[in-house]
């Protein structure tokens, strides 16, 4: 983790010193609900997920590339919260489980209509995932993997300095440790405001 950290450091001070006309940095907040999907649940087993509220906090950054479109990568700690519930191996079982993750979008962002006091994107891209800690009582947990892919798309508004987006985000590959065929789905609310830039 300590090298993401230092390499997101690095990219965007070499992006503020060569890019500063088209630049833009600022801080995000907000919310999200998780949900797991699992595709290959164990014979016997009836496993139900009811999605839950977290939330995140972080930085952005946005380069503008040509025209509408920039660049628009992201760094932020998400705390995500979901509810597990079921049958395994005749035994009843209700847990919640938490993921405590460190998140890098790395998202395209096009200027969709420009109403003069404020103008409307779409976002879209790969998100890689990485969990520092999972916590539940699930019976014969095994944990999930370091790394998570997943892709994200959305739209928002953006006013003066602040943004305000909705996203979906789809898990691209089974992260569970027990080979459940277990993805993430997140839907998140954030607020940004920029610092300085474009």
């Known amino acids: 983790m300590k090298k993401v950290l230092l390499l997101s450091a690095v990219v965007l001070m070499t992006l503020s ?3 500063q006309d088209r630049l833009a940095i600022g801080l995000k907040t907000g919310f999200n609900t998780t949900k797991i999907k699992l595709s290959d649940i164990p014979d016997g087993a009836d496993i139900k997920n009811e ?6 906090f972080g930085v952005y950054g946005r380069l503008r590339l ?3 479109l920039s660049f628009q990568p992201e760094m932020y700690y998400a705390k995500k919260n979901t509810k597990a519930n079921g049958t395994i191996g005749g035994e009843d079982f ?6 405590h993750t460190w998140d890098i979008p790395l998202l395209l962002n096009v200027r969709l209509l ?3 006091v404020a103008s409307v994107y779409g976002v879209a891209g790969p998100v890689a995932s990485f969990n520092s800690k999972s916590v539940t009582d699930w019976p014969d947990y095994k944990g999930v993997d370091n790394t998570n892919w997943t892709f994200q798309a959305g739209a928002g ?4 300095r602040l943004t305000a987006d909705v996203r979906y985000e789809w898990g691209i590959k089974d ?4 080979q459940i065929g277990q993805k993430t789905d997140v839907l ?3 607020l940004g405001f920029k610092l300085f830039g474009i």
Not at 51 to 56: I, R, V, W
Not at 94 to 99: A, E, K, P, S, V
Not at 175 to 178: D, F, G, M
């Open 188 to 190: 998140t609310f954030a």
């Open 157 to 160: 508004v953006e006013f003066w």
């Open 51 to 56: 999605a839950k509220s977290g939330f995140l």
């Open 114 to 116: 420009d109403l003069k």
């Open 94 to 99: 209700n847990t919640d489980i938490t993921y």
């Open 175 to 178: 992260i569970s440790k027990a």
């Open 17 to 19: 010193a060569s890019a």
């Open 66 to 68: 040509v025209g509408n």
